[in-house]
């Protein structure tokens, strides 16, 4: 089975299996664990900050960010589409209390005006009190939904300075921040500098079975780790499965262009087929999304003659392209789905 469901699929190298099976460990509730604390301080001095914490999955690194930066009541704005806003259970609501808003922007950004527009301007016949707070705003780079899309770097830096003008923090959501900065040459920590927080994930295109890190300043960070704490999150030998990311920041960061160029040949091919349309503005990373007719009976025939793909929807169909998938591989998803879509 060829599987373009996600990049989560991956499955650890024999490399990555060695180092995780001579990692050295200790206890990292106690923050003993010596390759936990290495994976710390690699990924802080990857993104340009003081501190990082480990973290079970990506959606804790997002939570603990929420819960550490609202109170109960609060909005949190986000891109349409997030993964915060659909994919995370309504945790935000849940764990925090918070509502999330949506803005409608291009290929899951938004400007620094449509932010503003979010903030009522205050009058004798409209007081702020009657307005709810904005506790957050959270972006996401690259964008899963809106296609893998990238943060273009000056549209994120306004978007975050108006945020902090308003005294509002910034979380980033940097799932496939890797994929982000492969695919421009622009570093992590050039995307990373502006926010308060910084959400990365190893088990994405990097390969990794399990783990992400929070990034930011050593005092946030050190209150992020009392919340991973907090909601469960403390692993004891967690050495184990830092070793499996250090591994993957070491052997599979530089190989992620070769996921993209393949989602891009991926979909050159479907932009030629009938009834098959794809946004090739949008397949700027590792993740294609293209519409068909009916996605769930086109993922079946597909599934069926060896290529697993996901149908979002009645009409969505998502492949995703990762470090299992060669060349080979995408030739011939290429020709199955060009047997489904043709007959
Ligand atoms: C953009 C984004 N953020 C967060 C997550 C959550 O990561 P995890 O599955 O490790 O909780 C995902 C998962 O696919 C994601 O795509």
């Known amino acids: 089975m060829i599987d373009l469901r996600s ?27 010596p390759t936990v604390n290495r994976l710390e301080e690699r990924v802080a001095d990857l993104l340009g900050r003081e501190a990082a914490v480990f973290v079970p999955t990506g959606t804790m690194a997002n939570q603990i960010s929420l819960r550490h930066h609202t109170e109960p009541g609060d909005t949190v704005i986000v891109a349409r589409g997030a993964h915060l806003a659909h994919h995370e259970l309504n945790a935000g609501a849940a764990l925090s209390g918070v509502a999330i808003h949506e803005l409608d922007g291009d290929d899951g950004t938004f400007t620094a005006a449509q932010l503003e527009a979010v903030f009522p301007t205050p009058g004798p016949s409209l007081p702020y009190w009657l307005s709810p707070p904005v506790g957050l705003v959270a972006l996401e780079n ?13 549209r994120l830096y306004e978007v975050v300075n108006a945020a902090h003008r308003r005294g509002v923090p910034a979380h980033l959501d940097g799932a496939r921040l890797w994929n982000a900065a492969a695919a421009t040459g622009i570093a992590e920590a050039d995307y990373a500098a502006p926010f308060d927080t910084v959400g990365v994930c190893f088990s994405k295109g990097l390969g990794a079975p399990i783990g992400s890190a929070v990034v930011g300043d050593r005092d946030v960070v050190d209150a992020i780790r009392r919340l991973k704490q907090r909601h469960g999150g403390g692993m004891r030998q967690a050495g184990i499965v830092a070793a499996g990311a250090l591994y993957a920041l070491d052997h599979h960061r530089a190989r992620l262009v070769e996921d993209h160029a393949r989602a891009r040949r991926f979909a050159e091919a479907l932009a030629e087929l009938p009834d098959v349309d794809v946004d090739l503005a949008r397949v700027q990373t590792n993740i294609v999304y293209f519409a068909v007719p009916d996605a769930p009976v086109f993922a079946a025939r597909a599934r069926a003659e060896g290529v697993d793909l996901i149908a979002m929807d009645a009409t969505t169909i998502r492949a995703v392209f990762h470090l299992e998938i060669s060349d080979r591989d995408t030739e011939r998803a290429i020709d199955v789905v060009r047997r489904v879509a043709t007959s």
């Open 7 to 33: 990049d989560t699929v991956t499955r650890p190298t024999p490399g990555m299996r060695k180092a995780m099976a001579e990692a050295e460990v200790g206890d990292d509730v106690y923050h003993d664990d």
């Open 142 to 154: 690259t964008h899963n939904a809106a296609g893998g899309t990238i943060w273009p770097l000056e």
